[in-house]
């Protein structure tokens, strides 16, 4: 589990062959294998970690869902470590687990160094989200702002820009997106139990 709160980006080393390995701005003496990280909002899995570097195995679904099939050697990633018991939830609990990917429809400029940013989403993952609720891009903890039948918009500070892949981005990109788990939950029950709707 995660926050949303990114800790630091790292930079694609290789991906091929259904492995890819990126180097964190932690000593991989600090990981183990079999831990968790946010790649980019996805949650990974270590299978090694040494010569600087750390190496995930990325199965047909995970290329599927997320934007890792599009990326690069020397592209940045955003990394966040798991959430622990007792850490503080700044952010919004984030699984790691990718809904679908979006496409960033349009980028502008605001006073003070701000941006507004317009994510396109498939018309069937529209409903679990709700203006000023809690949406995760690319592993970032967000507020969607408004909403339109293509997607939603997000008011992004200077220092999202600066401390994640999001600043570097451009109009057409494709983002990882999660929706909000507690949304998704309700709507399972309530499909289970129609009495309550």
């Known amino acids: 589990m995660f926050t949303g709160i990114i800790e630091g980006m790292g930079t694609i080393e290789s991906i091929e062959g259904g492995v890819m390995e990126i180097s964190p701005p932690w000593p991989v003496s600090e990981f183990r294998i079999g831990q968790s990280l946010a790649v980019d909002g996805c949650c990974l899995t270590v299978v090694k970690a040494q010569d600087h570097r750390l190496a995930f195995d990325l199965s047909p679904e995970t290329f599927d869902r997320t934007t890792f099939g599009d990326r690069a050697v020397g592209d940045a990633v955003n ?15 984030v699984s790691g687990h990718i809904d679908t990917k979006g496409s960033i429809r349009s980028i502008t400029d605001l006073p003070e160094g701000n941006r ?24 970032i903890s967000l507020t969607v702002c408004d909403m339109d039948d293509q997607g939603f918009s997000l008011f992004i500070i200077p220092h999202t820009l600066k401390v994640t892949t999001l600043g570097g981005q451009k109009v057409g990109d494709s983002v990882n997106v999660e929706f909000d788990l507690m949304a998704k939950y309700i709507e399972r029950f309530l499909e289970k139990h129609p009495k309550f709707n």
């Open 79 to 93: 990394l966040e470590r798991g959430l622990k018991f007792g850490d503080a939830l700044d952010g919004h609990l």
């Open 116 to 139: 507004e940013y317009w994510i396109n989403v498939p018309q069937d993952r529209m409903h679990w989200l709700a203006e000023k609720g809690s949406v995760s891009i690319n592993g």
